[in-house]
RNA sequence: GCCCCCGUAGCUCAGCAGGACAGAGCGGCGGUUUCCUAAACCGCAGGUCGCAGGUUCGAAUCCUGCCGGGGGUACCA
């Protein structure tokens, strides 16, 4: 059930009767409201449609208006103004709606009619790094991004793309020549690793203390030395692979004990390591295409004038991240066979897309979306970009903590009556729902400044305010002993008595244009802001109405079904975005 | 220099393939509890949508210029 498609699809047959060509072009805007006063959806068509055709746009709604077949499902159509068409659902219409949607697991959105491939390429740390709040962003964008286009009927493809054959692996094992602890190593590999990754980082840093900034590498012995550890792995060195190969599993537990707790997942992990066998060959058959050519001893691709070229193997024969980028396509196209392929990637990075994927299409993979998702930057206090190697980022694990502490405070204040593990494990899911929330409500587009209180607020739009919602539900059907599995299979048209309970009827059957909104756009926001209105409608009729104690039993069981409906839409939206739900709170 | 992004209420942000008086959260002020969880609800205050032009019946939304901020820009990723 999806409403405005529902509408769209009536106007677009009115205007096929009325002979106007490609109705489509004018089916979008019919849209919610921008004012409940002018009804629940409006049609804006008839002002451009009157230009195009030189008629009065008012005349032209009449006429579209008495060519649309939607007695049942609308009030009578009003004008209003130059020529806004407004549409009122009718109540009983809405209910007979629930009624439908009521046993449907899927609570009405229908799963799309032609299924796509989406290889999804997000999250993608490097690894031997402790994990920062910038890292946040696009494994949780990512993630939601996979779950929504997975709940849609879509085939996706989730690949972490580790950095883990980068200049990090260089100052690890350089910090390992040199300053190992092996009692430490052998008691805790993955902190003696981090304690490394840090004392080197430090030591570079007081190396090139004196150097300018341009030329700090050049002039910094400790950076050169790492420098040349990386080369020696990549070269092959037998000492330097072995100690990567003792490395990984070590910082791959470190990362997936960070992703179980964020209970995200993914079907491949295909690091920068794996493609690394593959770069001669696609420099070779770049250079054979004549796509490619030797620039200043490097070898290039020239895109235009504007832009310097993109380099994919440097003078001293290294690849690039471009060159691995371009395998990446290759191997993806190859093996998945995808419609589009997104990289949910800060949006600095928005050049190295542009290029690679002219590239892309230059080597000959012309039928695929590849699409940078980008996003803003999480700024600090100063409002400048949070940085790494300013040592201003808040690590990720410092971050859930914080956030689970807070949580569990207000558990222990508010139910102290739960026991201990319980109110633990309220805490976890609400202190990373929090985390969560906070980032995926906002447009990821827009950069955000870092806040404490902010990303961990519990009030207002966020997750906390659903979860909420959604345990005091639950709450009501415990109170009353009542089986939510029965109220659904009442056949029954729920009665929608007051303003405040048809609007969240209204509501209810909405999700689908939010989820729909959420997946073409590739905007987790449009659910949180979808969810925030439907806690809203629910906490109306929450507040105004007795539903357990209603006047009668028909509505009693109408209400009861607004709860459930309410709840079950709740559960499946937070978990679309990877949020949990609890039943007490 | 060139390219990209941003500038909306005290703060943080929605809205931007043009549409009906510009919205929300937080913060501030004032209310609501014999009632299904007050992690809630209701009300009030608060804005020249950076500035100036332009296109349009209609511009926060599109175009141009300017101001301010951020990012990127041949061998880091």
């Known amino acids: 059930m999806n409403v405005l498609r529902?509408?769209?699809?009536?106007?677009?047959?009115?205007?096929?009767?009325?002979?106007?060509?490609?109705?489509?072009?004018?089916?979008?805007?019919?849209?919610?409201?921008?004012?409940?006063?002018?009804?629940?959806?409006?049609?804006?068509?008839?002002?451009?449609?009157?230009?195009?055709?030189?008629?009065?746009?008012?005349?032209?709604?009449?006429?579209?208006?008495?060519?649309?077949?939607?007695?049942?499902?609308?009030?009578?159509?009003?004008i209003a103004g130059p020529g806004?068409?407004?549409?009122?659902?009718?109540?009983?219409?809405?209910?007979?709606?629930?009624?439908?949607?009521?046993?449907?697991?899927?609570?009405?959105?229908?799963?799309?009619?032609?299924?796509?491939?989406?290889?999804?390429?997000?999250?993608?740390?490097?690894?031997?790094?402790?994990?920062?709040?910038?890292?946040?962003?696009s494994t949780i964008i990512?993630?939601?991004?996979?779950?929504?286009?997975?709940?849609?009927?879509?085939?996706?493809?989730?690949?972490?793309?580790?950095?883990?054959?980068?200049?990090?692996?260089?100052?690890?094992?350089?910090?390992?020549?040199?300053?190992?602890?092996?009692?430490?190593?052998?008691r805790d590999p993955v902190r003696e690793m981090l304690r490394l990754y840090v004392l080197v980082r430090e030591k570079i840093r007081e190396a090139g203390n004196t150097a300018e900034e341009d030329e700090e590498e050049a002039a910094n012995p400790v950076a050169e030395a790492c420098r040349l550890e990386t080369a020696k792995l990549h070269a092959g060195d037998p000492e330097n692979l072995e100690l990567w190969r003792r490395m990984m599993p070590w910082c791959l537990a470190e990362l997936e004990r960070i992703y179980r707790r964020l209970h995200i997942q993914f079907d491949y992990t295909l690091g920068e390591s794996f493609y690394h066998p593959m770069l001669t060959e696609v420099v070779q058959d770049l250079l054979q295409r004549g796509i490619a050519t030797y620039s200043e001893g490097a070898v290039v691709v020239f895109l235009n004038d504007q832009q310097p070229p993109a380099i994919i193997r440097k003078r001293d024969g290294a690849y690039t991240y471009m060159t691995t980028d371009l395998a990446t396509v290759r191997y993806r196209m190859e093996r998945f066979r995808p419609e589009a392929i997104l990289y949910v990637v800060d949006f600095r990075q928005s050049l190295h897309f542009q290029q690679l994927f002219e590239i892309a299409r230059r080597w000959g993979y012309k039928n695929v979306r590849l699409e940078h998702v980008s996003f803003g930057s999480v700024m600090g206090p100063d409002r400048k970009p949070i940085k790494t190697r300013e040592g201003g980022a808040v690590e990720l694990e410092a971050l859930l903590d914080e956030a689970v502490r807070r949580a569990r405070a207000i558990v222990d204040m508010n139910s102290p009556e739960l026991p201990e593990d319980k109110r633990a494990q309220i805490a976890e899911v609400v202190g990373i729902g929090a985390?969560?929330?906070?980032?995926?409500?906002?447009?990821?587009?827009?950069?955000?400044?870092?806040?404490?209180?902010k990303m961990l607020a519990m009030d207002g739009n966020t997750a906390t305010y659903m979860q909420y919602a959604y345990a005091r539900i639950r709450s009501v059907f415990r109170k009353g002993d009542i089986c939510p599995e029965e109220i659904r299979r009442?056949?029954?048209?729920?009665?929608?008595?007051?303003?405040?309970?048809?609007?969240?009827?209204?509501?209810?059957?909405?999700?689908?244009?939010?989820?729909e909104n959420a997946a073409s756009e590739?905007?987790?926001?449009?659910?949180?802001?979808?969810?925030?209105?439907?806690?809203?409608?629910?906490?109306?009729?929450?507040?105004?109405?007795?539903?357990?104690?209603?006047?009668?039993?028909?509505?009693?069981?109408?209400?009861l079904l607004l709860c459930d409906l309410t709840a079950r839409t709740i559960k499946l939206g937070l978990g679309l975005l990877g949020i949990g739900t609890v039943e007490q709170m």
């Open 522 to 559: 590739y905007r987790p926001n449009h659910i949180t802001a979808y969810l925030w209105e439907l806690a809203n409608a629910y906490h109306a009729v929450y507040q105004n109405h007795p539903i357990l104690k209603a006047p009668d039993e028909t509505l009693r069981r109408s209400r």
């Open 435 to 453: 985390v969560k929330y906070a980032d995926l409500s906002q447009n990821r587009t827009s950069d955000y400044v870092f806040n404490w209180d």
């Open 142 to 186: 990512g993630d939601c991004l996979a779950r929504t286009l997975r709940f849609l009927g879509h085939r996706v493809i989730t690949d972490n793309h580790l950095g883990d054959w980068g200049t990090q692996f260089g100052m690890l094992i350089y910090g390992y020549k040199h300053y190992r602890d092996e009692q430490a190593l052998r």
């Open 6 to 78: 529902l509408l769209r699809e009536h106007f677009r047959q009115a205007l096929l009767a009325l002979n106007i060509s490609e109705p489509e072009q004018y089916l979008d805007l019919i849209r919610p409201t921008s004012d409940s006063r002018f009804g629940d959806y409006q049609a804006n068509l008839a002002m451009p449609l009157g230009k195009a055709l030189g008629r009065p746009p008012r005349t032209l709604a009449a006429e579209i208006i008495a060519h649309l077949a939607l007695d049942e499902a609308t009030e009578p159509p009003e």
């Open 84 to 137: 806004f068409i407004n549409l009122r659902l009718r109540s009983d219409w809405l209910a007979r709606q629930l009624l439908h949607v009521a046993p449907d697991d899927r609570l009405g959105v229908t799963a799309v009619s032609v299924p796509q491939t989406f290889v999804l390429d997000y999250s993608s740390p490097n690894v031997a790094k402790p994990m920062h709040v910038g890292h946040l962003r």
């Open 490 to 515: 009442v056949q029954e048209m729920p009665r929608l008595s007051t303003p405040e309970e048809r609007n969240l009827a209204l509501w209810l059957l909405r999700l689908s244009e939010a989820i």
